[in-house]
């Protein structure tokens, strides 16, 4: 049997969901499974099924296999200005992993994380220079990341005009880059590629740290949020144990009159 795209295998449009791509699995894994289906090609198909799920969810496996559709179907953009795109992307998410995330979880979570949030949104200008931050203590700052997401995805986007950056299960984060738009906007030179990439990355990451937080640059007001968080959390603590204490002293009571 011939390799066909996992698209195609699955039967869903390039700018498929992973929920979609999930459902899509499962249906056509039921229909072909060898067990339930007599048709001689059945398992044969079901290997299929499975090979195409295999590469579609899995982030960094789809990033490639769309990448190679890039390539296919762009053949007006340049080899060295793709490979140029992707170390831009590389960079990028390593950044954003390494440096920027660690920074900020460690440094300014608090509450609800609308300060963490707030400052990001303020200081995007500055932070395509490393030395803007301050070091980070790294178990500190996984400790603290790990309350907020556990990846970061860069992808090299072939289908910019339908797929936008998301949050997905897992609390995996994924940034979607567009190489056509990049060509289309005149960038040429690999450190203006760089760059170029850089600023996105950096400001789709923190319209994804502002999500459900509302915040527009606002510190204070940010901080505000999160000292009423604060408070409200340890009024919820302070009535939890006075809950509880109660019940053990109507039990203790009860126990010690017999």
Known sequence: MAVRDPYEVLGVPPDATDADIKKAYRKAAREWHPDRNAD???????????????????????????????????????????DAVETAIDRAESWVVRGVLPHYVQHYWRGNGCEMAARLVADLEQLGDPSALQPSFGWLANMRTGRLLRKVVVLLDPYPTSRVSALYMGRIWQIRVSPMALWRAGFRDSTDIDDAVLRVVLARFAQLVSVGRTVDGNVEAARVRDDEAIVLMRWTVLGYAAFFGLIFAMLYSGYTSK
């Open 40 to 82: 001689p090609e059945a398992e044969a198909r079901f290997k299929e099924i499975g090979a195409a799920w295999e590469v579609l969810s899995d982030p960094a496996q789809r990033a490639q296999h769309d990448g190679r559709v890039l390539r296919a179907a762009s053949g007006q953009l340049p080899e060295e200005f793709l």
